[in-house]
């Protein structure tokens, strides 16, 4: 209870002004579907309960092999990373598999790996043609390969795990083979830096990398369900702030039309009717034809809905790895209120983060940030007190 109080004293002042609208998505234009991106994937059994005995008994040392703690140092000092990477190496004794992020199924240490893990370095990386097939339909998509390296850090044994498609109308079509055989010819050029214990080099089996196939504008285009008449009424109810002629509108809209909840929970959201919007919003999220960058506007409303209700149960649907700054912002404020210093940490770096490469500025939320992280200091090091 005590570190709920800490900070919601300084992240309220900093929520109760205009926090929001230096969310590029907090009053959003019209949103056009896109293809769906994903950050994060379920791997097959294959190397799931992957678990080699090197990870368990060796120090692993490689050129190729390294801390992520360079990305770490303008938001933190020297003392608190190597608390994160103290808690990250008491973590892999219980979690051994995680020294790969793709192969981690504990959420927290998955957290830590992203902070502070080892990560393997390629040294050549080829990228794969993109099937002339594909390029006409308008096909993206991704394919998720597992290898082996060898002691002389050469890709064998390429398998596919799995893949996904996703149309030019949106249709989602799981393990399609249209980048397969690309995907698999690019895997076997890759080469990384070589794996030693003690000096000795050592094979690694089962690597997962992932190749994503993304076509360049395909973010702007409008499906084909929606003729440009519609979007440009939405466009103007939504520039002048119109919120029940908005509704109204949007009701009216028949057939295949998943989008109109959206705009139905955005007029209802403006109009403060927060229980309703959020039943909307949870309808848009329920389909898998509505891209992931209108779910992604979609869940920081809902993230916002829940601050101001003081509700934080269900932040996980919520808290992805592909969102706005707003929304990786409200995902650290969730586990802190649930005493998560780990998750809390994990989002504002990333919130941190995005905003520098989007040069966003936002000096407020920055500090708010900072400020928020340096409060868990003694509670991480009380985390790692009863792990030893």
Request: aromatic share 12%.
């Amino acid at each position: 209870m005590g570190k709920v109080i800490k900070f919601l004293i300084l992240a309220t002042f900093f929520l109760s002004g205009d926090a929001f609208s230096q969310s590029k998505i907090s009053n959003p234009p019209t949103p056009p579907p896109q293809a769906p991106q994903y950050d994060e994937y379920n791997s097959d059994n294959r190397f799931n309960d992957f678990r080699s005995d090197w990870y368990r008994t060796a120090q692993i040392k490689s050129e190729g092999i390294k801390y992520n703690e360079e990305g770490l140092k303008p938001y933190l000092d020297d003392n608190y990373i190597n608390l994160l990477k103290d808690l990250y190496e008491k973590k892999l004794e219980r979690f051994p598999e995680c020294v790969q992020i793709d192969l981690c199924t504990d959420i927290r240490t998955k957290r830590l790996n992203y902070l502070v893990g080892k990560t393997y370095s390629p040294r050549y990386k080829e990228s794969p043609v993109y099937p002339m097939r594909a390029l006409e339909s308008g096909t993206q998509g991704y394919v998720i390969v597992a290898f082996d390296i060898n002691k002389k850090g050469a890709a064998e044994n390429v398998y596919k795990v799995e893949s996904s498609c996703t149309l030019a109308n949106g249709q989602i079509q799981k393990n399609c083979e249209v980048f397969d055989k690309a995907t698999i010819k690019a895997a076997k050029k890759v080469k990384y830096y070589p794996a030693t214990i003690n000096g000795e080099p050592v094979e690694v089996t089962n690597v997962p990398h992932k190749y994503t196939f993304e076509l360049e504008g395909q973010e702007n285009q409008v499906v084909v369900d929606y003729p440009k008449r519609i979007l440009r009424k939405i466009e103007q109810f939504t520039n002048k702030k119109q919120w029940i002629l908005l509704e109204d509108y949007a009701r009216d809209l028949h057939g295949r039309y998943e989008l109109k909840y959206y705009w139905i929970a955005e007029a209802q959201f403006h109009k403060q009717n927060f229980d309703d919007a959020k039943i909307n919003y949870k309808r848009l999220l329920s389909f898998d034809s509505v891209a992931d960058k209108v779910k992604g506007s979609a869940r920081e409303r809902l993230l916002q809905i829940n601050y101001s209700e003081n509700n934080f149960d269900e932040r996980d649907g919520y808290c992805t790895t592909s969102a706005s700054y707003i929304q990786h912002y409200l995902c650290g404020i969730n586990y802190l209120t649930i005493g998560d210093s780990v998750s809390g940490v994990y989002f504002f770096i990333r919130s941190l983060r995005q905003m520098k490469s989007t040069k966003t500025k936002n000096g407020n939320l920055q500090t708010t940030m900072l400020d928020l992280m340096e409060m868990q200091r003694d509670y991480l090091f009380e985390d790692l007190s009863k792990l030893n």
